[in-house]
């Protein structure tokens, strides 16, 4: 079946979501057939590059939003550190950091449901310096309408990231200060605002398999540019802090299977990845991945740019 269905998506078909359950449900031997397949998928679609972004966490803590995996949620009690927006020339610093490091990518993230008029003025010069970098501007900053990403685009804003986090029916799980419509909102912002857009979730957050399909699937009928794939890293505060860490070959399964079902697409290893993937990270590639988040994470530390870019080489690979 793996052969099959590989063969069908590099001739330029889809797989069903049937079909998804079943590569889901692989294990053993068939589990690294399953691997090497969507690795040739990603050598198909991709290329010899891996696209590397860095964040810069440029407002922290105090969320009122009340989603249960996060340390910066104020209804959580996990002690991060919180502090308003960054000023302009720290995070112009990190920027030129990361592109000294041969980062392509860079997202300028805060906490909270959505920034206020006078911060996205202030971001929006932020982004007309790390476009003059040379990289690519991001930007994480909630809940935003069309007309609040269109002056981000006119200021130089290539991409906007905000994930679904999981399917629709597991969201109110998760979340129930805003909704996964709302999710739904933002994202046809973007794109009506025309920005590429980065979306996708977390796994591990008590989710079955067939809620990780249905947001593929809500994915590739959005039609998203980029993927981020998180694992949970449970902190102690949150309502999942007690949670255990997925296992490391179920982790390279969601990689592969969102290969499979999003093949065109940039499938991005995001938070987690070293601590739930451990001695298995440098497989992530393999396993179908052609984009990592590389450098810390918001409130987690990561892989340093120079570890990751020893692994590209390796895989005998180069940047995007």
Same mark, same amino acid.
């Given at each position: ?9 590099? $001739? ?6 049937? /079909?998804?359950?079943? +590569?889901?449900?692989? /294990? ?12 040739? +998928?990603?050598?198909?679609? %991709? ?6 972004? =860095?964040? *810069?966490? =440029? ?8 989603? %249960? ?7 959580? %009690?996990?002690?991060? *550190? ?12 990190? =920027? *030129? ?7 392509? @990518?860079?997202?300028?993230?805060? $906490? ?55 399917? /629709? ?23 009506? =605002? ?61 990689? %592969? ?26 497989? *992530? ?17 990561? @892989? ?8 590209? @080489? ?7």
């Amino acid at each position: 079946m793996i052969i099959k269905l590989r063969d069908r998506v590099l $001739s330029g078909g889809t797989v069903g979501k049937d /079909e998804a359950s079943r +590569l889901a449900g692989m /294990e053993g031997a068939d589990l690294f057939d399953f691997f090497s397949a969507a690795g040739r +998928l990603r050598q198909r679609f %991709s290329g010899d590059s891996i696209d590397l972004c =860095a964040i *810069v966490n =440029a407002k922290s803590g105090a969320c009122p939003e009340d989603c %249960s995996y996060c340390a910066q949620s104020s209804k959580s %009690s996990t002690g991060v *550190v919180v502090y308003p927006l960054m000023k302009k020339e720290a995070v112009l610093e990190k =920027a *030129v950091e990361a592109k000294e490091a041969g980062v392509r @990518r860079f997202c300028i993230v805060t $906490s909270g449901r959505k920034v206020g008029r006078d911060e996205l003025n202030y971001i929006a010069s932020m982004i007309e310096g790390v476009r003059q970098t040379g990289l690519l501007p991001c930007a994480t900053l909630g809940l935003l309408n069309r007309d609040e990403l269109m002056f981000l685009k006119d200021h130089g804003l290539e991409r906007y990231h905000h994930n679904l986090e999981t399917s /629709e029916k597991f969201f109110p799980e998760i979340c129930r200060t805003h909704t996964y419509y709302d999710k739904l909102k933002t994202i046809e912002a973007a794109k009506g =605002a025309g920005l590429s857009v980065c979306s996708g979730g977390i796994f591990g957050l008590g989710e079955a398999w067939d809620d990780r399909i249905d947001m593929a699937f809500a994915l590739r009928e959005l039609a998203v540019d980029s993927v981020p794939v998180n694992f949970l890293i449970p902190v102690k505060g949150t309502s999942l802090g007690t949670r255990d860490l997925l296992q490391p070959l179920d982790a390279l399964k969601i990689i %592969s299977l969102f290969r499979f079902i999003l093949p065109q697409k940039q499938i991005r290893v995001c938070g987690g990845r070293m601590q739930v993937l451990r001695e298995f990270n440098s497989m *992530v590639i393999m396993a179908g991945a052609d984009s990592l988040l590389t450098g810390n994470y918001l409130t987690t530390t990561g @892989r340093t740019f120079e570890d990751d870019l020893k692994l590209i @080489r390796e895989y005998g690979l180069h940047t995007a």
